[in-house]
């Protein structure tokens, strides 16, 4: 199984509050993504990193900001978090190559009440 | 744009008989990627096969094999001796573009659900 753990498993919460989801793997890849998984969507792309302090947005990044100041760590932050963002959120790992796939951490169950 | 579209939102199969999961995809670049995932019930997604644009033959990997047809842009995974253990959710996924500096982003379908029946 590839390193990779997200922490928390679930959490629930009220809108309005921040909310930050960690990312940790002990693989040492360079690039690592936040997606989100909804209903009829498939998985979305948030943000993703491609080394430490480098990071850009992907297809559904509005109201998400993400830091990375150590290769291990990926973190997700919702600043102000919305009903709309309840989701299950996934983090990925990549290792250095096209032939290379995502692995995948457990998911993380975000509701936002 | 591009797109990855999986026509199929649930199928039955029979246990042992084998059964094609469909994906179209659409791209302007030359180079790319194509993965298969399958997500059980318990949530966690699990990397199945990979076709690249310039493979010269289909992929395989156990009862997993992928037909690819690129002049149609399809990439349909084909899975022989269905098991119990087969039901699940199926994702196909693009990596558009290639080389050693592609970020590696993917885009996903929206899922096929596959039941296995006994």
């Known amino acids: 199984d590839a390193g990779i753990t997200q922490s928390p498993r679930h959490k629930v919460t009220e809108t309005g509050t921040p909310v930050t989801l960690r990312c940790h793997q002990t693989e040492n890849h360079r690039y690592m993504y936040w997606y989100r998984q909804d209903p009829g969507h498939g998985l979305r792309l948030i943000h993703y990193s491609y080394g430490v302090k480098d990071t850009d947005k992907g297809e559904v990044s509005d109201g998400y900001s993400v830091s990375r100041s150590k290769t291990e760590d990926f973190l997700l932050t919702l600043e102000s978090a919305t009903s709309s963002q309840t989701s299950v959120y996934f983090c990925?790992?990549?290792?250095?190559?096209?032939?290379?796939?995502?692995?995948f951490g457990d998911g993380t169950r975000l509701s936002i009440l | 744009a591009q797109k990855i579209t999986q026509t199929q939102p649930g199928m039955f199969v029979q246990e042992k008989e084998a059964v094609t999961l469909d994906c179209t995809y659409d791209?302007?670049?030359?180079?790319?990627?194509l993965f298969w995932y399958k997500q059980p019930s318990s949530g966690e997604m699990i990397f199945l096969i990979y076709?690249?644009?310039?493979?010269?033959q289909n992929a395989t990997e156990g009862r997993y094999s992928l037909n690819f047809q690129k002049a149609r842009k399809s990439a349909n995974l084909v899975i022989s001796a269905s098991q119990l253990g087969d039901s699940a959710m199926y994702f196909c996924?693009?990596?558009?573009?290639?080389?050693?500096?592609?970020?590696?982003?993917?885009?996903f379908g929206q899922g096929t659900t596959l039941q296995v029946k006994p």
């Open positions: 076709q690249g644009s310039y493979d010269e």
């Open positions: 791209t302007s670049d030359q180079s790319y990627g």
């Open positions: 990925a790992i990549k290792g250095q190559g096209e032939r290379q796939p995502q692995h």
């Open positions: 996924a693009m990596r558009e573009g290639g080389g050693s500096s592609n970020t590696g982003k993917l885009i």
